[in-house]
């Protein structure tokens, strides 16, 4: 099976900098992928890693090292608008079908 | 070009009834998923539909059930339904192994 373990809730202010940290348990690893969610409403791919090291995007970067089974999404001058869910997620084969969700967290950023 | 397209965007219905959600992909994506959202278990798979044939299913009750058309636009059916069901379904579409999925804004189905 998949698992994917990461925090709940994770609070900022704006212009600062935060990182959401992931950790998984797959018996297979085909890359990690972080998703934004506002509020219920559609999730939007941000990342994907399929190798160790960082990716960078923009204000957003995302790392993974696969020999610690672990990944964070690093998000830099932080905006009112990024207060939103964010998901690791691992495709469950290396076909991409599908995706294992990590239960997100929600990102506050305040004034 | 336009997203993934999801309706109805809210339900309301009985314990016991049936309902049918429709999920039209972006234009070309051939592969279709299913997840269920609830508060406590987060983001759950249900099922993947490419070229008409369910790929993937999870771990739901019989009651969930799909399908997929010519035309790759995608249809989830839950019958007799509990105040449990009540979520968010979300369906995904993508290119066949394609790492990136696009997400549709939902329904959200209450349960009464």
């Known amino acids: 099976g998949q698992s994917l373990e990461q925090p709940s809730e994770v609070t900022a202010v704006e212009g600062a900098i935060v990182q959401i940290n992931c950790t998984y348990q797959t018996s297979g690893f085909y890359g990690l992928s972080w998703y934004q969610q506002h509020d219920g409403g559609a999730p939007t791919f941000l990342s994907y890693n399929a190798l160790d090291g960082l990716e960078e995007t923009g204000r957003f970067s995302s790392f993974l090292s696969r020999s610690d089974s672990y990944g964070y999404l690093l998000l830099q001058e932080l905006q009112m608008k990024d207060s939103a869910s964010y998901f690791c997620?691992?495709?469950?084969?290396?076909?991409?079908?599908?995706?294992?969700f990590g239960k997100g967290t929600m990102l506050l950023v305040s004034p | 070009k336009a997203g993934v397209t999801q309706t109805p965007r809210y339900l309301i219905k009985t314990r016991g009834q049936q309902v049918t959600l429709s999920c039209s992909p972006i234009s070309g994506h051939r592969s279709v998923s299913w997840y269920q959202q609830t508060p406590g278990q987060g983001l759950q798979f249900l099922f993947e539909y490419f070229s008409e044939t369910q790929r993937n299913k999870g771990n739901f009750p019989g009651r969930f059930s799909g399908r997929q058309f010519s035309n790759s636009r995608s249809e989830m059916n839950v019958s007799t339904l509990e105040l449990g069901d009540s979520a968010l379904y979300l369906c995904?579409?993508?290119?066949?192994?394609?790492?990136?999925?696009?997400f549709g804004s939902g329904t959200r189905l209450t349960v009464v």
């Open positions: 995904a579409s993508s290119l066949a192994g394609d790492r990136v999925f696009t």
């Open positions: 997620a691992v495709p469950r084969d290396s076909g991409y079908s599908t995706l294992t």
